[in-house]
């Protein structure tokens, strides 16, 4: 167990139709990451959470749609998906550094494979 | 902005150490990492180094940094099959993106028995 959970493990969607990523973290840290991870491409950040508040965007298309109800839960709400969007997502939560001498130590889930049809 | 290169591949046998590399381009990168992916598996972090130190050891582990060229480096001594997995470098700075990691592709390594 890693602390970080994802469901589902496994999820396949057509296009036209809406789903969710959830995401949850119990080790008491203060962001959460949408990470996303394509065959022979570095991962992409996508989302970032610190505090319940979204502090970066990556460019990520709007079909693409982040919340965050508190500091446990992050989800990732998806609609009208495209086959290029097939892929691991990795959420992942840390204690965000105050300062330059401080590590941001992140902590994955087990990410969600997302095939899109 | 940031880029983080790694090689894709590396092949060992059992037994022999293995040494990945790593390179980045943003000489304000305050700390970085290395992460190991299993199939199935998310990331798992394995080790840190702060960019004033120039080494750091964890039991098989051996980090060599060299801040001047931007290169820094993942060995693991007497590799055993079961460090077979994607090993990832990141880098991370202190400022306007507050310690967001960047990551490479990941070097896949595969140990023969």
């Known amino acids: 167990e890693t602390g970080v959970t994802q469901t589902p493990r496994h999820l396949v969607m057509g296009m036209t139709n809406k789903k969710s990523l959830k995401c949850e973290q119990h080790?008491?840290?203060?962001?959460m990451y949408w990470y996303k991870q394509s065959a022979k491409k570095p991962l992409e950040l996508m989302f970032v959470?610190?505090?319940?508040?979204?502090?970066e965007n990556n460019s990520v298309p709007s079909r693409f749609s982040p919340e965050c109800p508190n500091s446990s839960h992050l989800f990732l709400h998806l609609h009208t998906l495209q086959p290029e969007d097939s892929a691991l997502y990795l959420c992942a939560s840390s204690h965000r550094p105050t300062g330059p001498q401080g590590a941001n130590v992140l902590t994955f889930g087990a990410g969600s494979r997302l095939t899109v049809l | 902005g940031e880029d983080v290169e790694q090689s894709l591949f590396l092949s060992v046998r059992e037994g022999d150490s293995s040494v990945i590399n790593c390179t980045y381009t943003?000489?304000?990168?305050?700390?970085l990492y290395w992460y190991k992916q299993e199939p199935g598996a998310g990331l798992q972090l394995l080790t840190y180094i702060f960019s004033n130190m120039d080494m750091k050891q964890d039991q098989r582990l051996t980090v060599l940094l060299n801040k001047k060229d931007k290169h820094l480096s993942l060995r693991i001594a007497d590799t055993q099959t079961g460090d077979s997995a994607i090993y990832f470098c990141?880098?991370?700075?202190?400022?306007?993106?507050?310690?967001?990691?960047?990551f490479g592709k990941g070097t896949k390594l595969s140990v023969k028995p």
């Open positions: 959470y610190s505090l319940e508040e979204r502090v």
């Open positions: 080790l008491g840290h203060n962001a």
């Open positions: 943003d000489s304000s990168s305050t700390y």
């Open positions: 990141a880098a991370g700075s202190y400022g306007g993106s507050q310690g967001n990691l960047i």
